[in-house]
């Protein structure tokens, strides 16, 4: 009888010890959740989404085409450094007038990987003086809308020295979203100082991907000839 007792104990035994150590497991889980809440309660929901919208204002989280296409008509406005055609392969944008018309922006434009990370390339054909064409580059560069410029070439006109025409290979970053979240137990993932600091920076830069440009703020420069073939 005592043999058979010895017999049960062990596995009652095994099932015990198999029980508190998931006993254990559960309050180390509880303890993180316990310590996520508080974290999450201490957050600044509004901060969050102020900095979300920041950031997608510099990168957007999928292929922006169309703001692509407005933040480079404002620079053309604010410039005064004519646009003739934006293109996007495979859509395009032209127009035989000084501005660009903006119309309904590709979904199926090519995705390139620059430095690691995804970009849209951009071609632009424009014309104007050597200064608007100085301007245009600084402004680009200083905007929040995040370019890359790949190339330029530039081809001054015969007739007027200080006209040229110019062709620009760009790179317009994105940040594609989020499209799985953590466990629930993981660790909140926070903003560092350094993080916060960038984006801090980034909103000093204009965002000419939304604003209306003031007709005072356009470059009062003359554009010289409008066909460089004519005599």
């Not at 200083?142 to 007027?160: A, P, Q, W």
Request: proline letters at 4%; hydrophobic letters at 40%.
């Amino acid at each position: 009888m005592a043999g058979l007792s010895f017999v049960v104990l062990i596995p009652k035994s095994q099932e015990i010890f198999s029980l508190r150590g998931s006993l254990t497991e559960k309050e180390e889980t509880l303890k993180k959740l316990e310590e996520k809440k508080t974290i999450l309660a201490s957050i600044d929901a509004v901060s969050v989404v102020k900095n979300i919208k920041e950031v997608k204002s510099a990168l957007p989280g999928e292929k922006d085409a169309a703001s692509i296409l407005i933040t480079l008509e404002n620079i053309s406005n604010t410039t005064g450094f004519s646009i003739d055609s934006i293109t996007l392969s495979p859509g395009s944008v032209s127009t035989g007038s000084a501005k660009p018309k903006i119309k309904s922006a590709p979904s199926d434009v090519d995705v390139v990987s620059r430095k690691g990370n995804s970009s849209l390339a951009v071609n632009v054909k424009s014309r104007g003086t050597t200064a608007q064409l100085s301007g245009f580059l600084k402004t680009l560069g200083s905007s929040r809308r995040l370019f890359d410029i790949g190339s330029v070439d530039i081809t001054y006109s015969t007739d007027e020295p200080d006209f040229l025409s110019a062709s620009f290979s760009l790179f317009a970053y994105f940040l594609p979203e989020i499209n799985s979240i953590g466990a629930v137990d993981a660790p909140v993932a926070r903003i560092s100082a350094a993080e916060q600091q960038v984006i801090d920076t980034v909103v000093k830069f204009p965002d000419y991907s939304t604003i209306s440009i003031d007709s005072s703020q356009v470059s009062q420069s003359p554009l010289g000839k409008s066909d460089l073939f004519t005599q």
